[in-house]
Every structure is written in structure tokens, then in C-alpha cells.
């Protein structure tokens, strides 16, 4: 819809509203977040982007005007002349990422903020409660502290973490007090023998030669007149093991802290304390820390009280300062990594082998803590499996070269409780070796761990195997969003694939809130990117510049759009334009004068259905038809998202430059009569979903390919064709074949791995064969989140929620239920950044009942399947005659809604 007609449909909803509306709507202002974080401290976005929320208990509530004001304080807020700024009462019906108008913030400057609204019945509400965000250090030169370090011997394998520790004293009453702190390597801090943080994988992974994130600990109530600090060190993404070539110290050899306090005093004055030469390090009981192969800790060396005060460090060596850059610090804009959920197990298993194992029931990311009590000195050792084999044995084979282990030397004292600090696993089961005595369920527990991002989304349906298929979406993106997102958490790769994420991506806008974490993420794609334009293939690059592949590096322009489509955001179009335009210029200068790109190297429809029956063949899709479909696209959405920049003459160059690349691939790649030179699924579905077919050969194509799909009876798809496949059957109206393929059991399919009992998504259709069997050990990973982009659907196109392009972030819904596959109802819930959507049908004897609830600030365009004006009452009321704005479109009903919650009802006999 274009924005004349957005227009025009809302002032309809206004006038309906005048009339709908109870004039005494209470209209309340909430969930106040910057950045999309809920008080964000220690944040370096100049002029932040502020979002709320509207409550009403009234319908069809649009914001008209809002006012924001910010001041240094919560009371200050009320008094006008302490104000910071005011943006006035400005009319917009703006509630997401509104632009922070202020003068500029000074480094670590809190301000507290509020908001109120003015509604469509120029109701204004109360002011919101009060939130605040906190800058961060804003100039390089404003960081006092030196690198510190220990000199360890250079080594291949993991060396012991480093313990740094120093103390300091306070005369005065402290006001406020926050930590700045970062690390080569991970760490974990501590003051006055407490951990300082939940936060997990510090200082989080991300180009670590360009931006090194730094984080802000608001420490003041820690604060005491002695105080102590400590910090631990360990190798981590910086110098440990990561990568194809298992190679160690990819950024560099030497682990490095930085650190500074600053002090605010009740008496108006202040204190820095930071890292320099006076600090102390040692190392300690963890021998040994390695993302890939886990660790190793003797607990007969723990050095009690280090971080505390009264330790004695006479003996530990001084700290040397190191020259390592401060001027690519950088302030996180994601979310941290916490562990967020605990799994008891719910088997002991001893194996045919003789193995002692403990299934915890869901293949999970992170690590188990375990209790043990038994004499100093005895070795527990813990391995991890997602999948025991056909015999019921333990599996590591597809682990490739990664150890997976962790050791615990026991120190002999009662009850010991250990846990690791700087690795993490995936598995579902856990062999214990050495485990003194006889181990109860109770002696492990599962701490799962991820980037702790807001669940937005839950789908479910009728069928239970769709729901599990569902749960392991999820926790496939739980395991696998761990700061970065990563193909698989298991093996010796964890990496972040860019073909991977970005497939998934909408999936994943769904599931959880992805703003803050794929904010981050994309700079590091930019500051990856070649200067040639090319974009590696993992981000960040720990692979030396390897790149370049169709709908891999495309991610440069995919995840930006899917950040834009659902959270409205310009400003990640704005600042990764010059990424995207560097991709896009890339394939044009490698695909050259005739458009069609058939250089370079490509992973193609990686893992599409294979076989080597000659009469009942794979599927391969030619990669340069694949390159030459996604140069198409990107470059289509390059020219798109130019305009909505408002960089008119980049929208033209980029428009017209598709139309060429797009007349050059039917020239090359469709006959005549419609059929594409490579007959599979996946080019039917990229050649239909990318618009690439000319008006006339679109029906033909779309036969073919339905065709294609009834003769195998089965998905051919890989990493490419999936994430379209039943979106495009359902856009060229085979909803039959897309249900079908969507409950087909049998390998491939999705519901197959989930009769073989998967709590995850598999890399491959077929990880475990229908005999027992595994894939091939070089690789398959059991938690592999890409061929879950099927939930795209599932909430798209099964339950109806979807987004409008034209009126991004939900401004405007588009409802559109769809109901087959036996199904006898689906259910999906969404928060937006304007509150929660509902979409939920179910069939109930003879009638169909569809509910949906429509934020306040948004309209909704709802399509009713299979019906007709007279028959349809919503809030039990007959539809026409309380809304004017509906039409018969085919067999469908269509109308324009404000906010609020609606039941409709209407014979289901058209609807199976
Ligand atoms: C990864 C993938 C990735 C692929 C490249 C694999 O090793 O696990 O998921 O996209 O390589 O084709």
C-alpha cells in the first residue's frame, strides 16, 4: 500500500474511531526503552532513539502528539526550567525510535526521561513513568587506565587464566560509582569477593582489531572505604582455538585488562582508580579455558579471598603495562549473554559400553554445574554428546576436533560445586568419568546460556510434532545467538554464518526481540567487509578475508531490511548503507556487462536433498542462477532502501540496474515457455519470490514448480530454497502442497527429525538416518538453526501476523489466517515494539473463530479466509454494521481496523 493510501485508510479508522471510541479511554505510556534497551547504562549512541508503548482500554487509539522531556534527575523532570530538553508537544503519531533532539551528552551522563501522549480524541494521558539511559565514554582520551598484562610463555594450547587483583581505599560518602572494563580475551570481575556481574563472555565477540566493546557496571552500592578488586582472564575468541584451521591467537597473543573506576562522592568530588603497573597477577585453578574444548580446573589451587581485601598478594608477580589501542572502544549495543534457564536431567543412563550418562532431556547451549563431594585429588571428567548412536551409545564423533571436556580435580573438602567460566557446550547428554561414589540426578544441573534477548513470539497449533518443531526453532536460536550468530554451538566452528543468519533472520524477528543484537552484529559485517566490497564468509572474520558467496554475503543487506521491516528502523539502513552498496558494486563488477554473475565461488543450495540414484535424483540448483537471482534482489532492495533513505539518485541507479540483471537472468535462465534451465524447487521458489519472471511465464513457472513438488512429494531444498518454499507455494496458492510438505514425517522434512525425537534443528535433513545411522562425521551438527526459517511461515502465513513494508515495525498489521493441514487451529502472539499482536483461529464445530488483538498506535488490515460479509459477526455483533471500511475480495473479506481486541465468527465449511 502506498503512504497516499495509508493515509487516506487511517483518517477512515480516525473517523470510525469518533465513533467507536469510548471518549473516556485511559490512555497509559510504558515500557519506556532507548536503544531498545530498558535503561541502558553506559551507551554511546549520540543522540539515542527513544520508544514506547500505549495501554488504553479503548479502541481505535492512535497517538496524535506526544512530549518527551529529559533532565539529570527524576524530580527534576516536573520543573520546566530544569529540563535538559523538552521536545515540546510535537504532532506525530511517532511512538518508536524517536530521535533524542537535546544538546549533546557529555560521557557518562545519566538523564532520566518521560513521555506523554495525545490521542486521537486529543486525550492527552499522564506522563510515563520516569526511565533513564546512561552514556557511556564518549572520546578515546578520557580512558586513564594502560592495558595491563601477564607475559605467559607462548603456547598452542590453552594456558591457565590470569588472576589480576589490586586494592584501593575510599575516605568519603559515595554518590555514585561505575566500572568501566575490557579485556583481549574474556573476563570476568569481582569486587570485594563478588562477582560484579551476571553477564557472561565479556567482553562479548566482535572485530577485535577494529571494535573492541567495553562494559559499564554501576558499582555503587559495592562501594566500601576498603575495597578490592580482581578480575579473571582467560583466552576466549581473542587467542584461543577458533576458526577452520584450529588456529590460536587469531587477534593476537597476549591477554590484556583495562579498567577503570570512577567515583562520585556526595561532596561534588571524584576519584579514578585504574589498571597500571601496580596491579598483581597470578594464575590460579583454572589450568586451562578453550571455547572448542572446554576447561580444566584444580580445585586444589584455588586461591581463597584473592579478590577480597586482606589478601596477601606478596607473592604474585606485578602487572605490566602493554601498548595495546584504546581508540577502538566501543560502547555494547546488543544484549549481554546471561544464563537464563536451568534443566535438571531426567535419566541416568549407563550405555551398552559401560558409559555413565546423564541425558538432561533437550539438547541445550551452555554447561552443567555439579556437585561431588571425594578425596583431594580425584579427577572428575565431563564430556558432552547431543545424540547417543544407534546402540545407545555416546556420540562425539561430530564433534570433529573440538574436546568438549571439562575436569574438575577435586579438592577433598565436603561438598565441592563446580561449574566452568570460559567455555561453553552443546549437548544433550553429559558422561561423567571418575565421578567419586554414585551420582543422583540431583548431583547435575543444566544452565543454559544465550544472548538474553526478549522472547517476542510463541506459535502453536493443533498438532503436537508442529509445536515440538516449533520448541526447537526456538531453542536452536537460544543456543545459537551467543553474541553472535553462530551456525552451530558443538563442534570446532561456532562461527557466525552469514548464509545462516541471514536465512533465518526473519524467523528469528519472531521468536525473540533481534534489534540490539543484530545492530551490533552488522557493524561488525561492515568493519569485516573487504575493501573490495567483499563480505567473509563468518562474521567476525576469523577465516583471512575468505568471502564473497551468494545469499551468504547478501546478508549485508538482508538483515538490515529485516531489522527495518520489524522494528521500523532507518537509522541501521542509514548506517549500513555504505556496507550494502559495497556488496552490491562487488557482484556488479564480477558479474560485468552482461549481468549475470557466474564468477566467483558460491556454496549454492548448500545441503539441498541429494542422492545417487540416477532414476530418483537430488536436487542441484546451478549456483550461477542462484548468484545472478540474489544480485537481482540485493540490488532491487539496495535501490529500495536508497530511496527510504531519501539518496534518490542511488534509488534510480539501483532500480535500473536491477531491471537489467533481471532481463539478462530470463534471458539466460527461463525458456520461453516459463521452465528454468535448473528444474528444482529452490529456483522456482528464488526465480517467484525475488519477482523475477516476466507477467506471462509466471503462471507456467509456478506450475512447473508445483508440479515439482507433487512428483517428488518431498522438499529438494537446501540452505537457499527453504527458507522460500512454502512461502511462495502459499504466494502462488498451493497452501495444499505447503501443508503437505509441512506434515510430511519421513525424511526429508521438517516433522522428520522430530519423530526421531530432535529438541533441536538439524544442520541436515537427514543427521540421523532412518536405519540409526549418522551423516557423515565432517559434518553434522544437531543444532543448526538454518532450516528453521520455516517459522516464518508458521507465524506468517499458518497463524497471520505480518508485518507491512510500507508502514514498517507494525505500524500496520496485515492479518491474513490460513487454515489447512488438518489443522484445527493455530495461535501465535507477538510484541511488537507497540505491544502485543494476537492472531489466533480455531475451528469449533461448524463455525470458524478468529481473534486478534491490534496494539494502540497501529491499524490492521484483516483478511477473513473463506467468507462472506452477511455471515461474519465480530464481537458478536454482525460485521457490517459496525464497520464501514471492508470489502468481498474473491472468496476472502478484507477490512481496515483500529486498535483492540476482536473476535470474529463466521461457517466454517469453506475451510479445511
Ligand atoms: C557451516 C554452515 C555454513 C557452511 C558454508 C558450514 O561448515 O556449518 O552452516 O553456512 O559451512 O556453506
Request: glycine share 8%; net charge negative.
Amino acid at each position: 500500500m502506498n503512504q497516499r493510501n495509508y493515509l487516506i485508510r487511517t483518517a477512515a479508522i480516525l473517523i470510525l474511531a469518533m465513533v467507536s471510541t469510548s471518549m473516556l479511554a485511559k490512555n497509559t505510556v510504558k515500557s519506556l526503552v532507548a536503544e531498545y534497551l530498558v535503561n541502558p547504562i553506559g551507551i554511546d549512541v549520540k543522540e539515542p532513539r527513544l520508544s514506547w508503548q500505549i495501554t488504553s482500554d479503548g479502541s481505535n487509539v492512535l497517538q496524535s502528539a506526544y512530549e518527551i522531556r529529559v533532565a539529570d534527575s527524576p524530580q527534576a523532570l516536573a520543573s520546566k526550567n530544569k529540563l535538559i530538553w523538552s521536545s515540546g508537544k510535537v504532532e506525530s503519531n511517532q511512538s518508536v525510535n524517536v530521535i533524542y533532539g537535546g544538546p549533546a551528552l557529555k560521557s557518562m551522563q545519566r538523564v532520566y526521561w518521560q513521555v506523554r501522549i495525545w490521542d486521537n480524541n486529543n486525550k492527552v494521558s499522564k506522563w510515563s513513568e520516569p526511565a533513564f539511559w546512561e552514556m557511556g565514554i564518549l572520546e578515546p582520551e578520557s580512558w586513564e587506565a594502560s592495558w595491563i598484562t601477564m607475559e605467559d610463555e607462548k603456547s598452542v594450547t590453552s594456558l591457565p587464566c590470569h588472576y589480576y587483583r589490586n586494592e584501593f581505599s575510599t575516605s568519603k560518602k559515595v554518590k555514585s560509582a561505575r566500572v568501566y572494563v575490557t579485556s583481549h580475551g574474556l573476563y570476568q570481575l569481582f569486587l570485594n569477593g563478588k562477582k560484579v556481574s551476571d553477564d557472561l563472555f565479556t567482553p562479548g565477540w566482535t572485530t577485535y582489531n577494529k571494535r573492541l566493546q567495553y562494559q559499564t557496571y554501576d558499582v555503587t552500592s559495592q562501594i566500601g572505604s576498603e575495597n578490592a578488586i580482581g578480575a579473571i582472564l582467560s583466552d576466549g575468541w581473542y587467542r584461543g582455538k577458533i576458526g577452520w584451521d584450529y588456529q590460536n591467537g587469531y587477534y593476537g597473543d597476549q591477554l590484556a585488562l583495562l579498567l577503570q573506576l570512577e567515583i562520585n562522592y556526595t561532596d561534588g568530588t571524584s576519584e579514578t582508580f585504574t589498571t597500571g603497573d601496580e596491579w598483581k597477577v597470578a594464575t590460579g585453578p583454572i589450568l586451562s579455558s578453550s571455547i572448542y574444548d572446554g576447561e580444566t580446573y584444580d580445585a586444589r589451587l584455588e586461591i581463597e579471598g584473592w579478590s577480597a581485601t586482606g589478601f596477601d598478594d606478596g607473592k604474585w608477580q606485578n602487572a605490566e603495562v602493554t601498548n595495546q589501542p584504546k581508540d577502538i572502544l566501543v560502547a555494547p549495543q546488543g544484549v549481554p549473554v546471561k544464563a537464563t534457564q536451568e534443566i535438571k536431567p531426567i535419566e541416568i543412563i549407563t550405555t551398552l559400553k559401560g558409559e555413565l550418562v546423564f541425558d538432561m532431556g533437550q539438547n541445550m547451549v551452555g554447561w552443567v554445574r555439579m556437585k561431588v563431594q571425594g578425596k583431594k585429588g580425584d579427577q572428575v571428567v565431563l564430556k558432552f554428546a547431543e545424540v547417543l548412536d544407534k546402540e545407545g551409545n555416546f556420540y562425539t564423533d561430530n564433534l570433529r576436533s573440538a574436546e568438549c571436556t571439562d575436569t574438575y580435580i577435586l579438592k577433598g573438602v565436603g561438598e565441592e560445586v563446580f561449574e566452568p567460566h570460559f567455555t561453553f557446550h552443546g549437548f544433550r547428554y553429559v558422561k561423567l568419568e571418575g565421578f567419586p561414589g554414585i551420582p543422583e540426578l540431583e548431583d547435575i544441573t543444566g544452565v543454559v546460556i544465550h544472548s538474553d534477548m526478549d522472547r517476542t513470539g510463541t506459535f502453536t497449533c493443533s498438532d503436537p510434532l508442529i509445536n515440538q518443531l516449533q520448541q526447537n526453532i526456538q531453542w536452536g536460536q537460544r543456543g545459537n545467538f551467543l553474541d553472535v550468530p553462530t551456525d552451530c554451538p558443538q563442534r570446532d566452528e561456532r562461527l557466525g554464518w552469514t548464509g545462516d543468519a541471514q536465512v533465518f533472520s526473519m524467523t528469528a524477528a519472531y521468536n525473540f526481540d533481534v534489534a540490539a543484537f543484530y545492530t551490533k552484529w552488522m557493524k561488525d559485517v561492515a568493519a569485516d567487509q573487504l575493501p573490495n566490497g567483499k563480505v567473509p564468509h563468518v562474521i567476525p572474520d576469523v577465516l583471512r578475508g575468505d568471502g564473497g558467496s551468494t545469499a551468504w554475503a547478501d546478508v549485508t543487506i538482508i538483515v538490515p531490511w529485516t531489522v527495518y521491516k520489524i522494528y521500523g528502523d532507518k537509522r541501521i539502513l542509514d548506517e549500513q548503507y555504505a556496507s550494502m552498496k559495497a556488496w552490491v558494486e562487488y557482484m556488479k563488477s564480477d558479474a560485468g556487462d552482461d549481468y549475470l554473475w557466474t564468477e566467483g565461488s558460491h556454496f549454492g543450495d548448500w545441503l539441498a536433498y541429494a542422492t545417487i540414484n540416477s532414476d530418483y535424483p537430488g536436487a542441484t540448483t546451478e549456483k550461477d542462477l542462484i548468484a545472478t537471482a540474489y544480485y537481482y534482489n540485493s540490488t532491487k532492495l539496495l535501490g529500495k532502501i536508497a530511496g527510504i533513505i531519501g539518496n534518490k539518485e542511488d534509488a534510480e541507479k539501483y532500480d535500473s540496474l536491477s531491471s537489467k540483471i533481471k532481463k539478462a537472468f530470463v534471458l539466460e535462465y527461463v525458456t520461453p515457455n516459463g521452465r528454468l534451465v535448473s528444474h528444482t524447487q529452490t529456483a522456482y521458489a528464488l526465480a517467484l519470490a525475488f519477482d523475477l519472471l516476466p507477467e506471462n511465464l509466471k503462471g507456467k513457472a509456478a506450475e512447473y514448480f508445483a508440479n515439482d513438488v507433487k512428483k517428488f512429494g518431498h522438499l529438494t531444498t537446501g540452505f537457499v530454497g527453504t527458507p522460500l518454499l512454502c512461502n511462495t507455494l502459499s504466494a502462488i496458492g498451493r497452501d495444499d502442497l505447503a501443508f503437505m510438505l509441512l506434515n510430511r514425517k519421513e525424511y526429508p522434512s521438517w516433522l522428520y527429525p522430530v519423530t526421531k525425537g530432535a529438541t533441536t534443528i538439524w544442520e541436515r535433513w537427514d543427521g540421523q538416518k532412518p536405519d540409526g545411522t549418522f551423516q557423515d562425521v565432517g559434518m553434522n551438527s544437531f543444532n543448526h538453526y538454518a532450516y528453521g526459517a520455516i517459522g516464518e511461515w508458521l507465524y506468517g502465513h499458518v497463524a497471520g501476523i505480518n508485518v507491512d513494508v510500507e508502514n514498517p515495525g507494525y505500524k500496520h498489521i496485515l492479518f491474513s489466517p490460513h487454515v489447512g493441514g488438518g489443522l484445527t487451529n493455530a495461535n501465535a502472539e507477538f510484541m511488537s515494539m507497540y505491544g502485543e499482536v494476537k492472531s489466533s483461529w480455531k475451528i469449533e464445530g461448524q463455525e470458524f473463530v478468529y481473534e486478534i488483538v491490534i496494539p494502540a498506535n497501529t491499524t490492521a488490515t484483516v483478511t477473513l479466509p473463506e467468507a462472506k460479509v452477511e455471515q461474519v459477526t465480530i464481537n458478536s455483533s454482525a460485521l457490517n454494521e459496525n464497520v464501514d471500511d471492508l470489502k468481498e475480495q474473491g472468496n476472502a473479506v478484507v477490512l481496515n481496523l483500529g486498535s483492540g481486541s476482536y473476535q470474529f465468527r463466521y461457517p466454517a465449511d469453506k475451510l479445511k
